[in-house]
């Protein structure tokens, strides 16, 4: 091969996979300017968050949140989705790759269907649905969900009576549009990419290889998955809590955990991450679906590791009453005739206990794709011995392969948040690979110019939302949508199933051109995450997008007033009136655009935050590194090994190396921001040392510290050491002898007021044991522990820790371990569990896992760019599942330790997705400005400086004739100097005082 074609650079990427991890590193590609394909092996992308019913903590519709991602990738310019597709070979290097995809027929013309569903109507065909999870049928034409992207039917070529018999076709009978085509046949073609990455989702356990715990016979037992679909207001049984036996509302309901999980002899040997979570969330919302259901959660270790994750638990067990209890369930029986569970479980004394259940679900882990081996073959990378890709601790999207990167679960087991922190990611080394390609291969969005209402009265449509049942079990959505009607200049009310899925999208562009209509409402759920998508869509029909307003009738009505429907109704209708009110008094904005400074200030110059600084440098972007210290390097700086025994040390000496040699990176130690002025794409930062420098972007990447204790005789002894004096120790070659190491977990951590867990304990507690062992297998080593958190792969360590004979002792909060010091000696004691009493021990060292805090300068960071933080100290992110490194201020993200504890390859994942992230607005020359910004006028100003003093943003100014002038870019049309204008010169576009006064004159009329 001539070795020109090395140099070669497609501005193209190739995805395999359409769950959330790929969707979000399509769309941070495609906005940055790199052509997607997206290859998808079902007929809609989604994944498995498609099939969930809520996230937690949050208790946000999982499908309300992923259906605008789905759709915002099924209408983008730069996205080509190739569903029920499979790569079936790779060549090429990076940068230049050859990628051979097969499709699978569909046998419906996608161009030609509209997605009436006509046909499936029609169709005699009944089939499983898999997405159902067995609990309900479709047919033999269908679309996998209601939400589908591309939302076009799909003919079942196994179980489609014309294509297994020659006999049927009703379908083309009653297709107006003639999109039925059974000529259709499988496309073999090439795409030519300069990346790829891989995102091809998970596989789940199936639970009928335990044949004790009796799924598949016994038909009240079911899967986690199943149990969400029954919760889901579009689900089998419309978000009503039904056994599938009798449908009968059960009162007590089981969760088993770890089914599947770390069972290294029947099932797979990892912790898959999210079992302990999604089991708590589900018995919380079953509660609040059924006051009278009493949920019991049957554990081995509550593995609530995440940020918040532990107060969530102490959330559902002291406000929701779920019970916990820490045992095995040995079996499972059907009581004769009433299709009641008996289950058989250790109480914690030891003595068996049978417990009857109206109904149990099993709690089942991830494993990869069956075909996960065989995936890997044909992309050419390797994989590990759980057949997940092979990755490096400190390299964690990175393959075997150059040029080809993982994310999500095929990279290893991991909630949402993490998933989608790897798409950003992921999108940001190909950004950094393909920088000098970018904007070759895209076409610019084309969009219908503006309808000039100028003159023109309102003519107002209303959409109201069903949202499957999470707004239609609570309100009269179809009342809601005919009191509308006849209301003055109103010419359109009517309700929809889904407003934010495909078809509803296209319902309301169709209404907008038939009825000439020039505002919009949609009463559905909250504005956060749908009023974007609405905006564009009215855009699309040709309206400006602020002649939109989202009536929130989920949050503010339907989820706080549940089993009230007449009181919910009734008010839903109140909130639609008044934002019909404030519409008809809403006018087109037009939003400036603004240059962008090609360039990134990092704050902090630890692991996360050189990781960013090397990542945006690689894309082609100039970084200003603030360090406090004097050194780089950070909390890591203190690290020797990783779990998997990677030296940390060179890591971080050859990370600070390329940081310091890299031509586009600027690193400013000693010195910390003593002010920044301007928005994003434009600021100007002035640091304590006098430098100044202007960029686009800020990434905030503080870290933490470590928590110095003051419990277990901490300093009282110098053999009561933390386990970062032990690991130095190690590392600098100590003997351990056959001398006994007793550790102490969660010191400083997981109670008031720092409830959290810090993550890291449980790993180095772990890493430091095996050390230990290996260097001396005569040493003793025993744990005492709370709750061993060996998430994910980790769960390795755990087993090799055990079988190397590391004593794991347990213990509680309220029977803490004592240490006392008495001379030379130390003496610990606590209550073991399972022995039912005290236990004493005399080790040689004491060593406490001491937890993770905020960095000092957390504080101040968040007061000069008003950036808030949780009850913990940690910085808030926009979205905890689907904005996890971005600030609800703009241009601003979060990486490393400022976010929450973590490990090292989370930190670095973070890290390079906050690269990604800020790689999406550096990319781009201009900027569009948000249009919901204050006015002022200055006719009728006073000039008092109420807004001058009060504006945290520094919008208002004195101008050259000491007059009062507003900077609108900086603006972020937050209203305080609205609020606080005693002349009302300042007015904020869309929240003007006629239109709010408008509003509470329509609710007052109702009174």
Known sequence: ?????????????????????????????????????????????????????????????????????????????????????????????????????????????????????????????????????????????????????????????????????????????????????????????????????????????????????????????????????ILSASGPFMGEVKRPSDERHPKKVAWIQCVGSRDPRNANPWCSSVCCMYATKQAVIAKEHDGSIQPTIFYMEMRAFGKDFDKYVDRARNQYGVVYRRTMISDIKEEPGTGNLLLRYAAIDGTMVDEMFDMVVLSIGFEPHRD????????????????????????????????????????????????????????????????????????????????????????????????????????????????????????????LMYACAPDGQERIKDVIREKKLNRVIVASCTPRTHAPLFQDTIRDAGLNKYLFELADIREQCSWCHMGQKDVATQKASRIVKMNIAKARKLQPVQTESVPVIPGAMVIGGGLAGMTTALALGDQGFDVHVVEKEERLGGLAAGVYRTLDGADVQSFVKARIDQVKAHPRINVHTGAEVDGTGGYIGNFKTTLTNGDVFEHGVIVVATGGVEYTPREYGYGESDRIITQRDLEKRIAQGMDPGDRHFLMIQCVGSREEPHNYCSRICCQDAVKNAIAIKEASPTAQVTILYRDIRTYGLREDYYQRARALGVLFVRFEPDRKPDVTVSGD?????????????????????????????????????????????????????????????????????????AHAPKNLDETLSQALAAAGRAGVVLSHDRLSVSGIISKHNRDICMSCLA???????????????????????????????????????????????????AMIDAATEME
């Open 825 to 897: 000696r130390l003496r610990v004691t606590a209550y073991d569990y399972v022995l039912n009493r005290e236990v004493g021990f005399s080790p040689d060292w004491v060593v406490l896992s001491t937890g993770l805090r905020p960095h000092p300068l957390t504080e101040k960071i968040g007061r000069q760019y008003k950036l808030t933080v949780n009850p913990d100290g940690y910085f808030l992110e926009a979205h905890v599942k689907l904005r996890p490194v971005d600030f609800p201020s703009e241009g601003i993200y979060v990486a490393g330790l």
């Open 1 to 229: 091969m001539n070795d020109s074609r090395q140099h070669i650079k497609r501005g193209s990427v190739l995805i395999a996979g359409g769950g959330i991890g790929g969707m979000q590193a399509a769309l941070d590609l495609a906005d940055s300017g790199f052509k997607v394909h997206m290859i998808q092996r079902e007929s809609s992308i989604g994944g498995t968050m498609a099939m969930l019913d809520k996230t937690f903590p949050t208790g946000d519709c999982s499908m309300c949140m992923i259906s605008p991602k789905m759709v915002e990738v099924g209408r983008h310019p730069n996205i080509e989705i190739h569903t029920l597709s499979n790569v079936e070979a790779v060549s090429g290097l990076p940068g230049d790759f050859t990628v051979t995809v097969r499709e699978q027929p569909r046998f419906v013309i996608p161009e030609r269907c509209t997605g009436c569903g006509a046909c499936e109507k029609k169709c005699p065909k009944l089939v499983v649905n898999t997405f159902e999870q067995g609990l309900s049928k479709r047919k033999a034409i269908y679309t996998i969900l209601p939400q589908a992207v591309p939302h076009t039917r799909v003919i079942d070529k196994d179980n489609c009576i014309y294509l297994t018999k020659g006999k049927c076709r009703a379908c083309t009978k009653f297709c107006e549009t003639d999109a039925i085509n059974f000529e259709d046949t499988e496309k073999v073609y090439d795409l030519q990419v300069g990346a790829i990455i891989l995102s091809p989702g998970l596989d789940r356990y199936d639970p009928k290889v335990r044949g004790e715990l009796g799924f598949g016979r016994w038909p009240n037992v079911v899967t986690s998955i199943q149990f969400e679909r």
């Open 947 to 997: 807004c001058l003093r009060l504006c945290p943003f520094g919008s208002p100014f004195i101008d050259e004739d000491g007059k009062i002038s507003h900077n609108e870019v900086i603006c972020t049309g937050c209203g305080i100097c609205a609020g606080v204008c005693p002349a009302k010169a300042f007015q904020v576009n869309s929240f003007r005082d006629d239109q709010i006064i």
């Open 372 to 495: 996960a081996l065989a995936f890997a073959k044909t992309f050419g990378i390797d994989a590990n011995v759980h057949r997940f890709a092979k990755t490096a601790t400190l390299a964690p999207v990175e393959t075997s392969r150059e040029g080809v990167y993982v994310t999500g679960t095929f990279q290893g087991p991991k909630d949402i948040p993490e998933t989608v922190a790897q798409g950003s990611a992921v999108a940001g080394r190909a950004m950094a690979l393909l920088g000098e390609a970018r904007g070759t291969e895209i076409v610019a969005p084309e969009l219908p110019p503006e309808t000039d209402i100028t003159g023109q009265e309102a003519r107002v449509g209303v959409f109201v939302c069903h949202c499957g049942i999470n707004i239609a079990q609570t309100v009269d959505v179809k009342k809601v949508a005919e009191e509308m009607r006849g209301l003055p200049e109103v010419v359109y009310s009517d309700d």
